[in-house]
């Protein structure tokens, strides 16, 4: 079975342009999570939907940064415009809804690594 | 969210056993403890957890003691690839809660 895959893996672009990062979770997985990662720190949680609802933005920099998760399948994660701050490395993860380990146990993309330069 | 501390590295030798000690002084009763597992430029991996007492997989076992305000990873044997950050978490069992992480134990392996 396939996992959590995200696209692109790498991306370089100049600051003040937009951006998008895309996601494909798990077949069947409910949850979807996108979190951001900077160079020797734990992912911080940007935003987790149940199928297609935003049950949690309260981090995510609305300003700049906006999701979708349409069909509550893939989601879709863009910044416009980027700024230098925002280099970092974007996760996404999944998890099902239901079952023991529903709430502890989330199958995480490789991710992207986002430079702005 | 019961907010977890964890040792911020450490060292060890190949074929030595690991003990990643996390306190979670905080932890309520619909609480689990949860390991994560991240090797550069990969993702988390889950690695095992647990409420209370012992649990065992194939990777790792983990300790809690009965007051469950700590909690033990315990990696035997460890090999050059078990060199990566291990989380430790506190998640409340409830379906969609969101998974927070703290800055983890940077374990390095040598030879």
């Known amino acids: 079975e396939a996992g959590v895959v995200q696209s692109p893996r790498y991306k370089i672009i100049e600051k003040k342009q937009p951006v998008a990062f895309w996601c494909n979770p798990i077949?069947?997985?409910?949850?979807l999570y996108w979190y951001r990662q900077n160079l020797g720190q734990g992912p911080e949680l940007l935003i987790r939907y149940e199928n297609e609802e935003a049950v949690d933005d309260s981090q995510l920099p609305k300003d700049r940064f906006s999701a979708e998760r349409l069909k509550g399948v893939d989601s879709t994660l863009k910044i416009q415009p980027a700024e230098l701050g925002d280099s970092a490395v974007y996760l996404c993860?999944?998890?099902?809804?239901?079952?023991?380990?529903?709430?502890?146990?989330?199958?995480f993309g490789q991710g992207t690594r986002l430079t702005v330069v | 969210l019961a907010k977890t501390t964890q040792p911020i590295s450490m060292d060890s030798y190949e074929g030595q056993e690991v003990n990643i000690t996390c306190s979670h002084n905080n932890i309520a009763t619909n609480d689990y403890i949860t390991w994560y597992q991240q090797f550069p430029s990969q993702g988390p991996r889950f690695i095992i957890q647990?409420?209370?007492t012992k649990v065992t997989n194939e990777v790792a076992s983990l300790f809690i003691p009965a007051d469950r305000k700590s909690s033990t990873l315990s990696l035997p044997r460890v090999s050059l690839s078990d060199t990566a950050v291990y989380y430790c978490l506190v998640v409340t069992n409830q379906a969609g809660t969101a998974l927070i992480f703290g800055k983890g134990t940077t374990l390095s392996v040598s030879s």
């Open positions: 993860a999944s998890s099902p809804s239901t079952g023991v380990k529903s709430s502890t146990e989330a199958f």
């Open positions: 077949s069947g997985h409910n949850t």
């Open positions: 647990g409420y209370k």
